[in-house]
């Protein structure tokens, strides 16, 4: 596939990855409300967990569901969709009148985050050129740490304002405006032609191709037509058989291990975590800055070499890099000294997590499954990381009061030392190949 990146082609991927920023503020801004939403709420530390955890279980089902509604309806509309729960969770959470209408809004966030998260890497891995997808489709990756930074900046920006009690609102509520931007931008992209030639409409697939920049439309189109078996098997079929067994388990393992890395149960409660370890609020917000911009500079490291040193290497380098660090974090609150190196330690860590789990894990989750399956293979892949995401921020709070800071930390860096072996054995490296050449690679015959 020799595509040009034309102004179509670069506009489609920046919507396609706009869905990145609004999942990165969503599940990162409730780190500046936790403890006004603790004394709003009179919320115990079991409570203020479901209450974060809340917007995850929609996460779950969105992620389950939002494969079957992309082979249904295809990617763009089905985004659409998803943007509209963005602006319903943005204002309901603004206006929430109790505890309860809060869970409510929150839920039907998280329905837009997990549905993104499989949605939007799988529209733009189906229209990007080979050569450029791991950056590409690391786009979406971009945005969500974009999303993370704006909302640790806007949140202390808002604690800035004086809004008193009210402070919480706005800093839930704020996520309005770039969700109806991207419900907007949404209506000028194309659909997948990928999509579009398993609902058998082949010439409107070409015409994209064509407008995408394709060099040679036909022959890119005769591929992805071979692949989904127009004509002489049905273009969709189970996802659960046991050709299918490799791209499985590698969507399942990268998944599993994003959130055994402990990322969200971090990102979630990171004024938390500073106030066990004494820090104020103000000071907490301002780490949490600092955190965030950490993660957008690692990040956009990642994008840049995740084409050149591959995927399999750099979770390989994260590992080794993750383990160390929460390693440190956890001798911290065990010594309980040192509190001055807590922040540089989590620093470090995030950036070592960015240019590796962050930078590959929607990259690689978008290449590993065949055209017929992709978006329930993105969906299974997603839904497990949002499965596990939700598991361990429930019990974060709850774990790191009842045994100490400390513990927590110890697991999640045994689970980086774990990754390190499993990927180094089992991991096959995906970059610089077409979705096509992907499939054969993985022994799957079309």
């Known amino acids: 596939m020799n595509t040009k990146l034309n102004s179509l082609l670069v506009k489609s991927i920046v919507v396609g990855a706009l869905g990145g920023l609004l999942f990165g503020f969503d599940t990162a801004v409730i780190a500046g409300t936790t403890q006004q939403l603790s004394q709003v709420f009179s919320l115990t530390a079991k409570e203020l967990g479901f209450t974060v955890s809340i917007a995850l279980l929609g996460t779950i089902i ?5 494969g079957i509604m992309g082979d249904k309806l295809g990617g763009r509309e089905s985004l659409r969709i998803l943007a509209g729960c963005y602006i319903i969770s943005a204002l309901g959470c603004a206006f929430a009148w109790s505890w309860p209408s809060l869970l409510i809004f929150r839920f039907i966030g998280g329905l837009g985050i997990g549905g993104s998260s499989v949605l939007g890497p799988v529209y733009i891995a189906e229209i990007a050129p080979a050569r450029w997808r791991g950056l590409l489709v690391g786009s ?75 060099d040679n439309p036909q022959s890119e189109l005769d591929e992805i037509v071979a692949s989904v078996h127009v004509g002489d098997a049905p273009h969709s079929e189970p996802l659960f058989q046991r050709k299918y067994w490799l791209p499985i388990y590698l969507a399942f393992t990268v998944a599993a291990f994003n959130q055994l890395a402990g990322i969200n149960a971090i990102l979630y409660y990171l004024n938390y975590i500073f106030a066990m370890a004494g820090f104020n609020k103000v000071s907490g917000d301002l780490q949490a800055v600092a955190v965030g911009a950490m993660n957008l500079l690692a990040t956009l490291v990642g994008m840049s070499l995740i084409d050149k040193l591959g995927r399999k290497t750099l979770l390989l380098i994260g590992a080794v890099g993750m383990t160390l660090c929460l390693s440190g974090v956890a001798v911290i609150f065990f010594s309980h000294q040192h509190q001055g190196l807590l922040v540089w330690f989590l620093v470090v860590y995030i950036a070592f997590f960015a240019i590796s789990q962050g930078a590959v894990i929607w990259v690689y989750l978008s290449e590993v499954f065949p055209n017929r399956v992709r978006s329930k293979g993105q969906s299974l892949g997603s839904s497990t990381h949002w499965i596990m995401n939700f598991a361990i921020s ?7 009061v009842r045994f100490g800071g400390g513990y927590p930390f110890v697991f999640f860096a045994a689970m980086m030392a774990l990754m390190f072996f499993v990927v180094l054995f089992t991991f096959p490296e995906t970059k610089g190949v077409t979705l096509e050449q992907m499939q054969r690679k993985l022994g799957i015959e079309y």
Do not use: C, D, H
């Open 62 to 66: 969105g992620a389950m569901f939002s």
């Open 140 to 214: 979406f990756q971009i945005n969500i740490v974009i999303g993370i930074l704006v909302a640790y900046l806007s949140n202390y920006l808002i604690g800035l304002a004086g809004f008193g009690m009210n402070e919480w609102r706005w800093q839930l509520g704020i996520a309005a405006a770039p969700a109806i931007l991207f419900l907007i931008m949404l209506f000028g992209i194309p659909r997948s032609a990928r999509w579009l030639v398993t609902q058998y409409r082949i010439p409107e697939a070409r015409q994209v191709l064509e407008k995408l920049g394709s």
């Open 394 to 400: 429930l019990v974060f709070p709850y774990f790191a």
